[in-house]
Nanobody
Framework: QVQLVESGGGLVQPGVSLRLSCAASGNIFSIHDMGWYRQAPGKQREFVARITSGGSTKYADSVKDRFTISRDNAKNTVYVQIDSPKPDDTAIYYC??????????????WGQGTQVTVSS
């Protein structure tokens, strides 16, 4: 069994940086890409950022100047630093990871989501 657990969300004022974390655990053989999506109220889930096991990154155009994705392979953890957050960043943030399990399967796993609310 594999689990992804996010942390770091909450209520933040516009312009105050925050960092989300997502730790993977369980029967993991290897982790490939990791990343984040978000879903704002009344909208579809949208891509935010992803990072390969080698550290290559990709961002949505809407966040590329303010969000920084990183990972710690030793801790099976992916992070996203959100600088200068805006009210439009308010959403539930979901992490994902492409994981090869000890049983030989490879598929996407998702976290349960963490709420980020940007408001003064």
């Amino acid at each position: 069994q594999v689990q992804l657990v996010e942390s770091g969300g909450g209520l933040v004022q516009p312009g105050v940086s925050l960092r989300l974390s997502c730790a993977a655990s369980g029967n993991i053989f290897s982790i490939h890409d990791m990343g984040w999506y978000r879903q704002a109220p009344g909208k579809q889930r949208e891509f935010v950022a992803r990072i390969t096991s080698g550290g290559s990154t990709k961002y949505a155009d809407s966040v590329k100047d303010r969000f920084t994705i990183s990972r710690d392979n030793a801790k099976n953890t992916v992070y996203v630093q959100i600088d200068s957050p805006k009210p439009d960043d308010t959403a539930i943030y979901y992490c994902f990871a492409v994981i090869s399990t000890d049983w030989g399967t490879t598929r996407d796993f998702w976290g349960q989501g963490t709420q980020v609310t940007v408001s003064s």
